[in-house]
């Protein structure tokens, strides 16, 4: 793993990335009524690492859906910087998740026909965007694909297929990357490499990241750990361990409550 001097300040500067404000979403109506979220309000800082857990139906990714403009809002405000989404034309949200969101999915979600340079570069050639070519090249070095940009996904192991997804989101530079599951597709060999590059990307290039994730283990790679149980934010737990996160997911009982 290729490391680099750090930039001037890559720790939290408490300064916000995102953030959600009462933010609520209701599907169905009547008897079919899900509140899949209710009145959260939780903010990610700039430069940090966020891990979002909870039991499987806790809101975990529609909250994740609704920052990132990939889902509508039933109420409450989600913004990225100081853009509020839910005021945003469908052009105006599509162009913000094109050029100030990165995604990083359980999916790798490559084109098979492009290299993996070509996959890395295709949403800044989408934008008609030419890329920066000495981050460009950083981020190629720090997720350890210098020898591989020329091969396509099905050259490539699915450890490597992720780096190419990883790098792509990185390469955008964006406010922020939200990763929904990153490794949940990968072997924990693999796994934690890409939860490596994930932490270090952050640590030495200043990104922004917020994961979703039920592994205790790669929660530990993060700067913090919001918990969700029923739609609702129950706890924030800086500085965690994998140890410690286990522990607190035993607190939830079989219905994803907090005991």
């Not at 009524?33 to 139906?57: C, H, N, W, Y």
């Not at 990225?80 to 990083?104: A, C, H, N, P």
């Not at 929660?219 to 706890?235: C, I, M, P, Q």
Request: net charge positive; proline share 5%; aromatic share 6%.
């Amino acid at each position: 793993m290729s490391t680099f001097p750090a930039p001037n300040s890559t720790a939290p500067t408490g300064e916000v990335a995102a953030r959600a404000t009462g933010l609520s979403k209701v599907y169905g109506a009547g008897e079919t009524k899900v509140v899949a979220l209710d009145q959260v309000s939780v903010a990610f800082r700039r430069a940090e690492f966020t891990a979002i857990m909870g039991p499987s139906g806790s809101g975990k990714s529609t909250l994740m859906h609704c920052m990132a403009g990939l889902d509508t809002v039933s109420a409450g405000s989600a913004r990225i910087g100081e853009t509020e989404l839910t005021s945003l034309s469908d052009k105006r949200l599509t162009q913000l998740r094109r050029d100030r969101v990165g995604f990083i999915f359980q999916a790798f979600n490559l084109l098979p026909t492009l290299n993996a340079l070509e996959n890395i570069r295709l949403p800044m050639d989408i934008a008609g965007r030419k890329p920066d070519k000495e981050w460009l090249d950083r981020v190629i070095a720090t997720v350890g694909l210098s020898d591989r940009l020329r091969h396509r996904p099905a050259q490539l192991s699915g450890g490597q297929q992720q780096r190419v997804a990883v790098a792509r989101a990185l390469a955008g530079r964006p406010d922020i990357i939200f990763g929904d599951e990153p490794t949940g597709n990968l072997d924990s060999r693999a796994g934690a490499e890409i939860l490596g590059f994930l932490r270090n990307s952050v640590r030495e290039l200043g990104q922004t990241v917020v994961m979703v994730t039920h592994d205790p283990v790669a929660a530990g790679y993060a700067d913090r750990v919001v918990f969700l149980a029923d739609g609702r934010l129950v706890d924030d737990m800086p500085d965690p361990t994998a140890e410690r996160v286990l522990e607190h997911m035993k607190r939830f009982d079989a219905k994803g409550r907090l005991s």
